[in-house]
């Protein structure tokens, strides 16, 4: 759930090989899609143009310095408030900033690209840090890596994630275990972490209930398979140890998508940042977290 109406205009990088093709945009550092070399989409279809690029239409953005919706716009940590100033129409900080900024391609060829995303500190924000991302398809998979490095002269908690975009149909399942969950607030934040109602349990593989959903799952191990019969296409994810947590976010208002984030740390972790990081990491100055994202497509007649 996505807000801000914002849109530029934009160059589009294309990867490709034989088994698939990737647009991505420098603004947000966003995948703007992605499908096989058979016109069958793995990401969310992008709905705009070039020309009016929005990245909340995009297939997937970085989360960086932190990931969600921040309570009260700010946190407390070594003795002072630090606060975040809105970035969208929404009234609370969303996301970071890296998914809003202008990224530098660093190298680009015809199956990957390296951006770079920079930020100083100031009233709008106290993270000084620069982001690198790395886009790039290997065979049948594609490999995304954000890294994060502390530019800053004080230590700060930091954490990192993917916001990816998938198509939904109404055979779509997904797999991915987890522990427990984070009921939802009225104002789109976790509330209380509870063991997994039934239509949340998503060991095996299985429909994403029609229901709203926008809520944070713990003690996940990182791997998730999704399958959309429909198109005889299925989707290997695995993500790097850091990303011990995931969102789910599927609208009722529109079930032709839905997101499934790896995390690195829970949604509104800054607000007990002192107490418990819940996956934030404190870096000082020169340090850096890093994890990577990748997500292979598999012809539904193989084996998962």
Request: with cysteine; glycine share 8%; proline share 7%.
């Amino acid at each position: 759930m996505l807000s801000g109406k914002q849109s530029v205009p934009v160059d589009f990088l294309i990867l490709h090989n034989v088994h698939m093709a990737v647009r991505v945009a420098t603004k947000g550092g966003a995948v703007v899609d992605g499908k096989t070399s058979d016109n069958r989409f793995f990401l969310r279809p992008y709905a705009g143009t070039q020309q009016e690029f929005m990245v909340q239409r995009a297939a997937c953005f970085p989360l960086v310095p932190v990931g969600n919706r921040v309570a009260g716009n700010g946190f407390h940590f070594a003795g002072k408030r630090r606060s975040l100033v809105p970035n969208t129409q929404e009234s609370l900080y969303l996301h970071g900033d890296g998914w809003l900024g202008d990224w530098d391609v660093l190298e680009v060829s015809a199956e990957a690209v390296a951006m770079e995303f920079s930020r100083k500190a100031d009233e709008n924000s106290p993270y000084d840090y620069r982001a690198t991302q790395t886009i790039r398809l290997d065979g049948t998979t594609l490999d995304m890596h954000l890294s994060i490095v502390n530019n800053g002269d004080e230590i700060l908690p930091f954490g990192i994630g993917f916001h990816p975009f998938f198509p939904r149909t109404p055979g779509t399942t997904l797999e991915a275990a987890a522990s427990s969950w984070w009921t939802e607030t009225p104002s789109h934040l976790p509330h209380a972490r509870r063991p997994l109602p039934a239509d949340m349990v998503f060991a095996r593989s299985t429909s994403i209930p029609t229901s709203w959903i926008n809520n944070a799952f713990e003690g996940w191990d990182g791997r998730a398979i999704i399958k959309w019969p429909e198109h005889n296409l299925s989707l290997r994810l695995k993500a790097t140890e850091i990303f011990s947590r995931f969102m789910l976010f599927a609208p009722y208002s529109d079930q032709s998508f839905f997101c499934f984030e790896p995390m690195s740390h829970t949604p509104n972790a800054l607000a007990s940042v002192e107490t418990d990081p819940m996956g934030l990491k404190l870096l000082a100055p020169g340090e850096k977290i890093s994890g990577g994202l990748s997500l292979t497509v598999i012809d539904g007649s193989e084996e998962l």
